[in-house]
């Protein structure tokens, strides 16, 4: 069947017609049948290969229905035993900082980063929100070099994040952090000589 041939121009006001007469969960089955009969016709190795990427289409649909629906449910359960409270947005962007600034720490190291973030949107010194303490100008470079929104989020940040807003907290009140050895010497300069040292995990250390 050629799109300029009679049976097409039969086939298609059909298939149009049906298309409104059924209801409207069921259309997208209908376009899907009527396509892979149309290719059948023309050649059965196109019906194939479309059959092929609908179910690939599908099984990864799932997937990331499944991961979307697991981290919503996280959320949810983060947003009812959290510390504090906090918009999708601030959830979003608490996540993409941790992996971002520490995403190859240890659990402990990603959540450390976590409470950093909870600790500052307590103090009165800090914005009193998630997403304007991430996004207080010069306060984290993965804001101004694009990490921020490049970075892809782990499920190990995932569940860092989640204890974080539960409570879970091994920052002693830390309020900054820095990797010595990956700062400007102008910035650890000022680190040393303005903030109060608390310890250190991993390459971060932590102050107040």
Not at 60 to 76: C, D, P, V
Request: charged fraction near 20%; glycine fraction near 6%; charge should be neutral.
């Amino acid at each position: 069947m050629l799109f300029n041939s009679i049976e097409f121009l039969l086939f298609f006001p059909a298939v149009v017609l049906l298309y409104y007469a059924i209801p409207g969960k069921l259309r997208v089955f209908w376009i899907l049948l009527t396509s892979y009969l149309f290719y059948m016709n023309w050649n059965p190795a196109y019906a194939l290969l479309l059959l092929f990427s609908t179910a690939v289409t599908f099984l990864f649909g799932l997937l990331i229905g499944k991961r979307r629906t697991r981290e919503k449910a996280a959320a949810e359960a983060g947003r009812a035993s959290s510390i504090i409270s906090f918009s999708d947005q601030d959830y979003e962007v608490l996540k993409r900082i941790v992996e971002a600034e520490a995403g190859g720490c240890d659990m402990q190291g990603r959540i450390l980063v976590a409470n950093v973030i909870l600790n500052r949107v307590r103090d009165s010194e800090f914005p009193s929100t998630i997403t304007d303490v991430v996004y207080q100008r010069s306060q984290f470079s993965p804001v101004s070099d694009g990490r921020l929104n490049s970075c892809t989020v782990s499920e190990n940040t995932v569940e860092a994040v989640n204890r974080a807003l539960s409570g879970e907290d091994y920052s002693q009140g830390a309020l900054f952090f820095m990797n010595r050895i990956r700062s400007r010497s102008s910035n650890v300069s000022w680190f040393d000589g303005h903030l109060a040292y608390l310890f250190q995990h991993e390459k971060q250390e932590f102050f107040r």
